[in-house]
Each structure stands twice: as C-alpha cells, then as structure tokens.
C-alpha cells in the first residue's frame, strides 16, 4: 500500500506535516502563569501565537521589553516557537534566583532542555557525576594554570597554531578564515588542558567538533516538533535512526578509538604508582583533565568510570560547550580590537604591555603574567560585554515539583523557564556610558592593584556583568577561557602585526536566541620571522573580503 504512493504525494504529506507542527507548535501552551506583560501585550491565544511566530529574533523584544518593564523592574515574557516562552527578570529579582539552589531554579535541566540532551547525547553525560566533572574543571583544572608545565605547553601550542593556521611566510600574504581559524585555535588549546600536551590530532578535534555540531542540529530538529512527539523521536534515538543520531553515533566512534590507546596509556602510567603521594606527584607533572578523571576513575567503586568510552565522552564534554563558545568570542574580540574608533594605537598599546610582562618572565606565560596584562583583559571584557553568546542568560528552569515565589510575590510553576535580558542589560547607558561603543579602556585601571585588577576582571562577574554567568552557577570555564585566550593574543602581538580594520563589520547572525558570528570572514595577513625568544616581529594583515555577511 505504502509503496504505491508516489513520491509528490510523500512530499505534499510532508508539507502537511510540518505544517501542522509549526500550527501545534504556536499554540502549545506555557508553563509561564498569567498576569506578566508580555512586549506585544496580546493575551488571546491567537495573539500569542502571533507573537511566538514573529518572535524568531529576540533582540528587539529584548530591548523594548528591558526599557518597558526590566528598568522599571518588573519581568517580562520573552516569546519563542523553539524554546517556548521565557519569563526575563529585571536586575533585583534575577539576584534571588541566581543565588537560589539548584533544586529549586535548574541551570542543569534549562540546557538539558536546550540541547535536548535526553535525546542528542550519552545518557550519562548530565548524570550525578555531573557536579564533580564541573568542579574538577572549576578547581581542580584550573589551578593547573599556575604551574610552569602548563603555561609552557599552551605558549609552545599557541606558536604552533599560529605558525600553522597563519604561516612563516614574511613575504607572502596569507588567506585566514578567522572563525575557522579561532575554533582550531580553541580547540587544541582546550585539548592540552584536557588530554595533554602532544595530542591535537585533527581527525580526533573533527570528530569531537563533529559530534558537537550534531548535538545541536539534533537540537533543534527535536524543538521544531510539538512536546508530545518528543518521546517518540526519543524512541528513534534509542534505535539510532535519526539522521542527527547516526551522525553523531559515527563521529563518537571516531573520537572513541582515537582517544582509547591514549586512555589505557594514562591508566596503566597511574596504575603503575600504587602510592598515594607518587600518584600526586605523576599529576603534577602532566597536569590534564584527562589524568583528573582517570584518578578518579580508579578509586571509584562504579567500574564505568574508568573505562575509554566514560572517558572519552567526559573529554568530549569539556569540548562541546568549550571550542565552540570560545572561538564566537575569541572572533569577536579580533575584530573588535582590530577596528577599534576610539583609538588606531590600540594594537600598539596592547604590544606594549605584553612586550614589558614578556621582559620579565620566563618567555612563557602562567597565571601571574596574565593578570597583569590589564588592557588585554580590558579590551576582551568589553568586547564580551557588547557580543555576549546568549541575548538572554543566564538562565534557569523552575524545578521545584510546587513552583517558586519570587521576592515580588510572583508566583511561578515549575517547568517555567526564567532569563535575564542580557543583551539589553549590557547596553544599560545608566550602566555602561556609550553602551553601544566599543571602548577598550571601559574596565582599565592604570596603575592598579592586585585586587582592583582583579576586581575588575572579565572572569568577575555581577549582576551587571553576566556574560559568564553570576550566582551558584557561573560559567566554570571561565578562568580557562581568558587564560587560553590571552595567551593565543599574546604570541599573536609578539610574531605578528594586522593593519587595522576600518569599519567593524556586522557578522552576527541571530539564531533562536544566540547571537554567532559567519564562518566565512576573513583577513589577509603576512608573518614576519621572530629573533628571539619572545621579541616583538610581526604578522601583518588587512581585510581581503566579506563573503555571506549579514
């Protein structure tokens, strides 16, 4: 019977479909109660659907409904087909909730949701073991950036990706993809802290980048179909038989057999040292994250936790929020610090300061230099302020079985997803003066001390400054981010000069509510060869073309 069904007629069924989802999906109903203004205040059910329908991009309702409701503070609905309704919080409210306990206000299943993770990812990804895997990444992880095996493999691994992705060539102008060339860069700095040193094979960071894009493919393929047909795509996962799922069930099996030897290495090297303190001192001297969970691993009394896959898939998790995220703002910081108005000696200052830390320390770059390179850290912050990922985050889902009371007295029934209008929150003018300008020296304290720098950190959050996050659950990569970042930008003013650009382009495409940049933006750029260790030579570079910009 089914065979007989031509093909145009499988296609009009189709077309049916999905128009019947995207119906059913206008009108599903929110777990938002009633009551919150909403930024076209249409309350009927039409109305909603109206509003969820043109509601694809977020910034304009973002904007308006701070200026409405948020500076007045009083919270908002932010309407969405994909994520369903979302209630955005002004400043004083957000503090209660941000600082509230997970079992009440969830990070955790707001990007279970997000991600779809039920149904895209390892079941055990976001298990109990989940809290430990982000404090061992918080703590445990990041206080490696302070010894000297560590800064030394991320300087040598930054020069490498340098020498490889822009070339020697001082003659020689050279074609950069600046978002492929800043995921590769994340993407094997990333992996020295969490594998080790010597271990960026690109068919392994391809897999895992891989797998990551099908995640969120995956995503948002699951979201486009109403609720109630979520388990039964679940049921399709289960038998690998979605496109997403087969796809990233390939790449995991790539990324599994890449990573087993140098997982049953690692584990015979600690199995080998029996003695509690030569355990310690083997992992001082390799320092990864990798070395962090194989520790664990073997004292723990589930044996799943020492086997390559259960590895292998934690590793692929610091990959998966990490390489992504820090290449979208590592393109942006470029290009913001590279067309900055205010001032066309900015790469020059930048230099400088680098060029004195660089006079007076190893020739590497641990935690110490870093914190005093106060411009740089100035100049990215701001760029984070103004191109935060998430329009709307942090964000939080109400899982407390009979809802929460905020300290207004609103009440809010669980499964209500709750945000803070970030995008409209860091263009403030009461807040930031200028709030639309990009200036470098908004955070910088001339002269400062130790901790006025580091109160004036990108890494420290407020609840004004949000792009990590703030509260119980902030961004727990965060240290590791400004770190690698830092140090890429380093090398890269030290060996190389780029010709400013004179007009910052708009690269941001809006997709539901993240704001990413185009692959496909490119600079031209030339190397000039280094006479000595960590002397000032040069890349330079100007804007060849701007091909698919927005």
């Given at each position: 019977?089914?065979?007989?069904?031509?093909?145009?007629?499988?296609?009009?069924?189709?077309?049916?479909g999905?128009?019947l989802?995207?119906v059913?999906k206008?009108?599903e109903?929110?777990?938002?109660?009633n009551?919150?203004?909403?930024v076209?205040?249409?309350?009927?059910?039409v109305?909603?659907?109206?509003?969820?329908?043109?509601?694809?991009?977020?910034?304009g309702?973002?904007?308006?409904?701070?200026?409405?409701?948020?500076?007045h503070?009083?919270?908002?609905?932010?309407?969405?087909?994909a994520?369903?309704?979302?209630?955005?919080?002004p400043k004083?409210l957000?503090?209660?909730?941000?600082?509230?306990?997970?079992?009440?206000y969830?990070?955790?299943?707001?990007?279970?949701?997000?991600f779809q993770?039920?149904?895209?990812s390892?079941?055990l990804?976001?298990?109990?073991?989940?809290?430990?895997?982000?404090?061992?990444?918080?703590k445990?992880?990041t206080?490696?950036?302070?010894?000297?095996?560590?800064?030394?493999s991320?300087a040598?691994?930054?020069?490498?990706?340098?020498?490889?992705?822009?070339?020697?060539?001082s003659?020689?102008w050279v074609?950069?993809s600046?978002?492929?060339?800043?995921?590769?860069?994340?993407?094997?700095?990333?992996?020295?802290?969490?594998?080790?040193?010597?271990?960026s094979?690109?068919?392994?960071?391809?897999?895992?980048?891989?797998?990551?894009?099908?995640?969120?493919?995956?995503?948002?393929?699951i979201?486009?179909?109403?609720?109630?047909?979520?388990p039964k795509?679940a049921?399709?996962?289960?038998?690998?038989?979605?496109?997403?799922?087969i796809?990233g069930r390939?790449f995991?099996?790539?990324?599994?057999?890449?990573?087993?030897?140098?997982?049953?290495?690692?584990?015979?090297?600690?199995?080998?040292?029996?003695?509690p303190?030569?355990?310690?001192?083997?992992?001082?001297?390799v320092?990864?994250?990798?070395?962090?969970?194989?520790?664990?691993g073997?004292?723990?009394?589930?044996?799943?936790?020492?086997t390559?896959m259960?590895?292998?898939?934690?590793?692929?998790?610091?990959?998966?929020?990490g390489?992504?995220?820090?290449?979208v703002?590592?393109?942006?910081?470029?290009?913001?610090?590279?067309?900055?108005?205010?001032?066309?000696?900015l790469?020059?200052?930048?230099?400088?300061?680098?060029e004195?830390?660089?006079g007076?320390?190893?020739?590497?770059w641990?935690?110490?230099?870093?914190?005093?390179?106060a411009?740089l850290?100035?100049?990215?912050?701001?760029s984070?302020r103004?191109?935060?990922?998430?329009?709307?985050?942090?964000?939080?889902?109400?899982v407390?079985?009979t809802?929460?009371?905020?300290?207004?007295?609103?009440?809010?029934?669980?499964?209500?997803?709750?945000?803070?209008?970030q995008?409209?929150?860091h263009?403030?003018?009461?807040?930031y003066?200028?709030?639309?300008?990009?200036?470098?020296?908004?955070?910088?304290?001339?002269?400062?001390?130790?901790?006025?720098?580091?109160?004036?950190?990108?890494t420290?959050?407020?609840?004004?400054?949000?792009?990590?996050g703030?509260?119980?659950?902030?961004c727990?990569g965060?240290?590791?981010?400004a770190h690698?970042?830092k140090?890429?930008?380093?090398?890269?003013?030290?060996?190389?000069?780029?010709?400013?650009?004179?007009v910052?382009p708009?690269?941001?495409?809006?997709?539901q509510?993240?704001?990413?940049?185009?692959?496909?933006w490119?600079?031209q750029?030339s190397?000039k060869?280094?006479?000595?260790?960590?002397?000032?030579t040069?890349?330079?570079?100007?804007?060849?073309?701007?091909?698919?910009?927005?």
């Amino acid at each position: 019977m089914f065979l007989s069904i031509s093909i145009a007629s499988w296609l009009v069924i189709g077309i049916i479909g999905v128009g019947l989802c995207l119906v059913v999906k206008l009108f599903e109903t929110s777990s938002v109660p009633n009551g919150i203004p909403r930024v076209l205040n249409r309350e009927d059910l039409v109305g909603r659907a109206v509003e969820r329908f043109v509601g694809v991009n977020p910034i304009g309702f973002i904007r308006e409904g701070y200026q409405k409701y948020s500076k007045h503070q009083k919270p908002f609905v932010l309407p969405s087909v994909a994520e369903g309704d979302e209630v955005l919080l002004p400043k004083d409210l957000a503090k209660h909730v941000l600082f509230s306990k997970e079992n009440e206000y969830s990070f955790k299943a707001y990007i279970t949701d997000f991600f779809q993770l039920k149904y895209t990812s390892w079941p055990l990804a976001f298990a109990k073991k989940y809290d430990f895997y982000v404090k061992l990444i918080s703590k445990d992880l990041t206080e490696t950036l302070k010894t000297d095996s560590v800064a030394r493999s991320l300087a040598e691994e930054a020069r490498s990706c340098l020498a490889d992705l822009w070339g020697e060539d001082s003659e020689t102008w050279v074609d950069v993809s600046l978002y492929c060339a800043m995921e590769k860069m994340a993407s094997r700095m990333i992996n020295v802290l969490a594998i080790g040193p010597g271990h960026s094979d690109e068919t392994l960071l391809n897999a895992m980048a891989h797998c990551s894009d099908a995640i969120v493919f995956g995503a948002s393929i699951i979201k486009a179909f109403p609720s109630f047909l979520h388990p039964k795509q679940a049921l399709l996962n289960r038998e690998r038989t979605l496109p997403t799922k087969i796809g990233g069930r390939y790449f995991e099996v790539i990324f599994h057999k890449r990573m087993k030897p140098i997982i049953e290495s690692k584990i015979k090297e600690q199995q080998k040292q029996r003695d509690p303190e030569a355990q310690e001192e083997t992992l001082k001297s390799v320092d990864s994250l990798l070395d962090l969970l194989i520790r664990a691993g073997l004292r723990s009394k589930w044996p799943i936790e020492a086997t390559s896959m259960w590895l292998s898939y934690r590793i692929f998790m610091i990959n998966f929020p990490g390489v992504h995220t820090t290449a979208v703002s590592a393109t942006s910081v470029l290009l913001d610090i590279l067309s900055d108005p205010i001032d066309e000696n900015l790469v020059n200052h930048l230099r400088a300061e680098i060029e004195s830390i660089a006079g007076n320390s190893s020739g590497y770059w641990n935690a110490e230099d870093l914190e005093r390179a106060a411009l740089l850290d100035s100049a990215v912050k701001e760029s984070l302020r103004l191109n935060g990922i998430n329009a709307a985050s942090p964000t939080r889902k109400v899982v407390a079985p009979t809802g929460v009371s905020l300290a207004n007295g609103l009440f809010l029934p669980c499964g209500t997803k709750v945000g803070i209008p970030q995008y409209a929150l860091h263009r403030d003018e009461e807040i930031y003066p200028e709030a639309d300008r990009y200036n470098p020296y908004r955070f910088y304290i001339e002269n400062a001390s130790e901790s006025a720098i580091r109160q004036s950190s990108m890494t420290t959050t407020s609840d004004e400054y949000v792009v990590f996050g703030h509260g119980r659950r902030q961004c727990p990569g965060r240290f590791i981010f400004a770190h690698i970042f830092k140090v890429f930008i380093a090398e890269m003013l030290l060996n190389y000069d780029v010709q400013p650009i004179l007009v910052r382009p708009k690269i941001h495409i809006p997709v539901q509510l993240l704001e990413l940049p185009h692959r496909h933006w490119e600079i031209q750029g030339s190397f000039k060869s280094r006479f000595a260790k960590l002397s000032s030579t040069g890349l330079s570079g100007r804007i060849i073309s701007l091909p698919g910009l927005l």
